[in-house]
């Protein structure tokens, strides 16, 4: 488990502890509040017993008092704590994880990579080397079928990662079964730029959605 877990699940527990204590001291407030405005009622006529009723209720009274006190502490812990755990599961759900962000990375880094080496079949004068370096950066794109995203992001945000790994895992299972003769042609070619376009569009939604700066992911390589 992540640090952002415990830290939710701490606060969390936290904020239902000091919850439960407010409700107890909450209780305690009216309990005092009637017995301060039944023995105020019950004000003696001799003056001898009025000194034990003035005493009794300034200790009713102190008792009413701490009551509210640990309620309202209580009550603003509780409030904290919750306040902390729900913006945990927020940061949690909109922003990526160590694993996907590594592979956003790397994904990034596939697809410009065969892009450029799509765009240099018709220039090169060494066909192996584009056909090995096409062979081993579709193998590498393909094992994105294996992915899925963070189950502790928000639906929408899976459902945008999970998209773009399908689609990478889809163009690098069909790039990889290609050969360097299959893909000088040009129709062929084309088609393959074409998925690559897409792709590369259900990346920057992903890259908007999760607001990354690609310039960034360029600087990680």
């Known amino acids: 488990m992540e640090i952002l877990d415990w830290l939710f699940i701490g606060t969390c527990?936290?904020?239902?502890?000091?919850?439960?204590l407010a409700w107890v001291y909450f209780v305690l407030v009216l309990v005092n509040t009637s017995?301060?405005?039944?023995?105020?009622?019950?004000k003696p006529r001799k003056k001898r017993k009025r000194k034990r009723w003035r005493?009794?209720?300034?200790?009713?009274?102190?008792?009413?008092?701490?009551?509210?006190?640990?309620f309202v502490l209580f009550f603003v812990i509780a409030c904290l704590g919750g306040g902390t755990a729900f913006?945990?599961?927020y940061y949690q759900a909109t922003n990526l994880g160590k694993e996907d962000t590594e592979a956003l990375v790397q994904g990034h880094y596939l697809l410009s990579n065969i892009e450029e080496q799509l765009n240099q079949i018709h220039e090169t004068d060494?066909?192996?080397?584009?056909?090995?370096?096409?062979?081993?950066?579709?193998?590498?794109?393909?094992?994105?079928?294996?992915?899925?995203?963070?189950?502790?992001?928000?639906?929408e945000g899976q459902k945008e990662l999970n998209r773009l790994y399908v689609n990478m895992k889809e163009l690098g299972l069909n790039l990889g079964s290609q050969t360097f003769e299959t893909l000088s042609d040009q129709d062929t070619l084309s088609g393959y730029?074409?998925?690559?376009?897409?792709?590369k569009t259900n990346q920057k939604k992903v890259f908007k959605y999760f607001r990354i700066n690609e310039s960034s992911l360029k600087e990680n390589k």
Not at 35 to 42: G, I, P
Not at 131 to 147: M, S, T
């Open 55 to 70: 005493r009794t209720c300034r200790i009713l009274e102190k008792k009413k008092s701490a009551s509210i006190r640990f």
């Open 87 to 89: 913006y945990t599961r």
């Open 35 to 42: 017995k301060v405005k039944k023995w105020k009622q019950a």
């Open 193 to 199: 730029l074409s998925d690559m376009k897409k792709t």
């Open 126 to 155: 060494n066909p192996k080397k584009i056909q090995e370096n096409i062979y081993d950066l579709a193998a590498r794109l393909a094992n994105y079928g294996v992915r899925t995203a963070d189950r502790r992001l928000s639906m």
């Open 13 to 20: 527990s936290a904020a239902i502890f000091f919850l439960v």
